[in-house]
């Protein structure tokens, strides 16, 4: 079965750090890799997307993700965090001929001053 | 600016009530779904439609029904709800895409969380 997991649960970091949020996917077949980001009492926006071509993705306030197809993976990284990065974020994979997007199940992200 | 909205954003219902939760998009997209979120399991699809009057199955549809009939509203229905549906829904939506692929953002509402005592 197609499986997204996020390898943490919650990563606390102080504030002007870099932080990684790591995420895998199961898949024999072509993927498109997704993170979205869900602040406080709202839905989910997207983050950043890798459809195909580079594998270094850059996205939205100033994150950026790398596809390693070797070793399915598709971590979100940020050099500098700030405060207003504390949400909970999540990867999400679609397949080819295929409607559904497979989320993993979110990793909450503490950043402290 | 495009907007996924749902119409509540809070609902406490008792066991046993029907309950409707509805979903409108203003992007004139053909794809909408519904999602659960639960913490520690992330979003799992409960329904989706690609058209008018058409309905998939998602991961968890036991429990819930849906209704499309008119492109831009999806409601999603607990024709008797209990406890175990306590959650937060979130509807969600995408433009027609070739070959049936999900390659393209999906557009989120703000989420309904549902408690049912």
């Known amino acids: 079965a197609q499986s997204v997991t996020q390898l943490d649960s919650q990563v606390p970091v102080f504030e002007e750090a870099p932080v990684e949020l790591r995420c895998n996917y199961s898949?024999?077949?072509?993927?498109?890799l997704f993170w979205y980001v869900q602040y406080p009492n709202q839905g989910l926006q997207l983050l950043l997307k890798?459809?195909?071509?580079?594998?270094l993705v850059k996205g939205i306030n100033g994150f950026e993700a790398e596809f390693n197809k070797s070793q399915t993976s598709f971590h979100l990284r940020k050099p500098s965090v700030h405060i207003s990065d504390t949400a909970e974020y999540f990867c999400?994979?679609?397949?080819?001929?295929?409607?559904?997007?497979?989320f993993g199940a979110g990793t909450r992200l503490f950043v402290k001053a | 600016d495009v907007k996924v909205t749902q119409s509540s954003r809070y609902l406490v219902k008792r066991t046993g009530e029907k309950v409707f939760l509805e979903c409108v998009q203003d992007?004139?997209?053909?794809?909408m779904f519904w999602y659960r979120q639960d913490p520690g399991l992330g979003l799992r699809l409960i329904y989706f439609?690609?058209?008018?009057?058409?309905?998939e199955k998602g991961d968890i549809p036991e429990g819930y029904s849906v209704s499309r009939e008119k492109k831009e509203r999806f409601s999603l229905i607990l024709e008797s709800a209990s406890t175990n549906q306590t959650s937060m829904y979130l509807c969600?939506?995408?433009?027609?895409?070739?070959?049936?692929?999900?390659?393209?953002?999906?557009?989120f509402g703000e989420g309904s969380r549902l408690t049912v005592l």
């Open positions: 898949s024999s077949v072509s993927v498109y």
């Open positions: 999400a994979v679609s397949y080819t001929g295929g409607f559904k997007t497979i």
């Open positions: 969600a939506s995408t433009p027609y895409q070739q070959g049936l692929t999900n390659t393209g953002e999906l557009f």
């Open positions: 992007m004139d997209h053909e794809n």
């Open positions: 890798y459809l195909s071509g580079s594998t």
């Open positions: 439609s690609y058209d008018v009057k058409m309905k």
